[in-house]
């Protein structure tokens, strides 16, 4: 690293630093060109206190390196590497719930709050990793507005669905910003390669995804199937009926869930097809 004295560092402003512990110390200087380079070279080196601090920390070195000219592609390739790489070799084979979030409105959000956005995905993002960890869930990808998970029990993801919808809709966000996210459950058999979870499963799980709405969880018929055991007290599921989702060979039966602290009436699922014998009504597992 350049030299720099505990005087020169001590006049340094908080902003030529990518990370700032609670503490109060400042680590990773990204004031010039070699501190960026180094800042870089050193991410993986330090111990941050949270993922919320390390995402902060990646965003803040980002922006440092495009201010001086510089491509990290090393970075990010590492970074992509290590991730994939330790993720793939700790996710659940055999039959597994996934679980797809994606905000609602996410363009119009953007264009609201302008800078103050990446500050709002970064507080969903965070709401939501820690709802999928305290139900033992694994997180399989993030990327721009969307976030992929799975589980091993199916009650594990319900778990973390509702408690992610809970927690969006009691958060207070920037300028009353109405912060929703679509949630679709789908339980299958996928194949597990080096690069991450392959097949049908993966796909009904992205379709009952997209076809749900802000604030709303869907079930597959594969999830709703899965749950053998006894709903707590104020979870129900209610059959929407069956859809034709894009890309799937046969129509799909899509389930609500219904439960304390979360929106109930939303508009026909968004999707491509026509209704298949669509009649609504309360079923349990």
């Given at each position: 690293?350049?030299?720099?004295?505990?005087?020169?560092?001590?006049?340094?402003?908080?902003?030529?630093?990518?990370?700032?512990d609670?503490q109060?110390?400042?680590?990773?200087?990204?004031?010039?060109?070699?501190?960026?380079?180094?800042?870089l070279?050193?991410?993986?080196?330090v111990?941050?206190?949270?993922?919320?601090?390390?995402?902060?920390?990646?965003?803040?070195?980002?922006?440092?390196?495009?201010?001086?000219?510089?491509?990290?592609?090393?970075?990010?390739?590492?970074?992509?590497?290590?991730?994939r790489?330790?993720?793939?070799?700790?996710?659940?084979?055999?039959?597994v719930?996934?679980?797809?979030?994606?905000?609602?409105?996410?363009?119009?959000l953007?264009?609201?709050?302008?800078?103050?956005?990446?500050?709002l995905?970064?507080?969903v993002?965070?709401?939501?990793?820690?709802?999928?960890?305290?139900?033992?869930?694994?997180?399989?990808?993030?990327r721009?507005?969307?976030?992929?998970?799975?589980?091993?029990?199916?009650?594990?993801?319900?778990?973390?669905?509702?408690?992610?919808?809970?927690?969006?809709?009691?958060?207070?966000?920037p300028?009353?910003?109405?912060?929703?996210?679509r949630?679709?459950?789908?339980?299958?058999?996928?194949?597990l390669?080096?690069?991450?979870?392959?097949?049908?499963?993966?796909?009904?799980?992205?379709?009952?995804?997209?076809?749900?709405?802000?604030?709303?969880?869907l079930l597959?018929?594969?999830?709703h199937?899965?749950?053998?055991?006894?709903?707590?007290?104020?979870?129900?599921?209610?059959?929407?009926?069956?859809y034709?989702?894009?890309?799937?060979?046969?129509?799909?039966?899509?389930?609500?869930?219904?439960?304390?602290?979360?929106?109930?009436?939303?508009?026909?699922?968004?999707?491509?097809?026509?209704?298949?014998?669509?009649?609504?009504?309360?079923?349990h597992?």
């Amino acid at each position: 690293m350049p030299t720099l004295s505990a005087t020169a560092r001590a006049r340094l402003p908080d902003s030529a630093f990518a990370y700032i512990d609670s503490q109060g110390r400042r680590r990773l200087p990204i004031n010039d060109v070699s501190h960026v380079r180094n800042a870089l070279a050193r991410f993986d080196q330090v111990d941050f206190e949270d993922d919320a601090a390390r995402e902060r920390a990646r965003e803040r070195l980002l922006r440092a390196a495009k201010k001086h000219g510089i491509v990290p592609l090393g970075f990010f390739d590492g970074q992509l590497r290590k991730a994939r790489g330790a993720n793939v070799r700790s996710l659940p084979r055999g039959t597994v719930t996934f679980l797809l979030t994606d905000i609602e409105g996410s363009t119009r959000l953007l264009e609201r709050l302008g800078d103050g956005y990446a500050g709002l995905l970064r507080d969903v993002r965070t709401i939501i990793r820690t709802s999928v960890r305290s139900a033992s869930g694994h997180e399989v990808d993030a990327r721009a507005d969307e976030f992929f998970a799975v589980f091993r029990r199916p009650m594990h993801a319900l778990d973390a669905a509702l408690a992610i919808q809970r927690a969006l809709h009691e958060r207070v966000w920037p300028e009353k910003a109405d912060v929703r996210v679509r949630i679709g459950m789908h339980t299958g058999r996928p194949t597990l390669t080096d690069t991450g979870y392959i097949g049908i499963a993966v796909h009904t799980a992205a379709r009952v995804c997209y076809a749900s709405h802000g604030g709303q969880i869907l079930l597959s018929s594969g999830a709703h199937e899965s749950f053998t055991e006894r709903l707590a007290g104020g979870i129900a599921f209610r059959s929407l009926g069956r859809y034709s989702l894009h890309g799937l060979a046969e129509p799909e039966a899509l389930f609500q869930v219904n439960a304390a602290g979360l929106i109930t009436k939303f508009p026909r699922p968004r999707t491509i097809g026509p209704i298949r014998r669509a009649r609504a009504g309360p079923t349990h597992a």
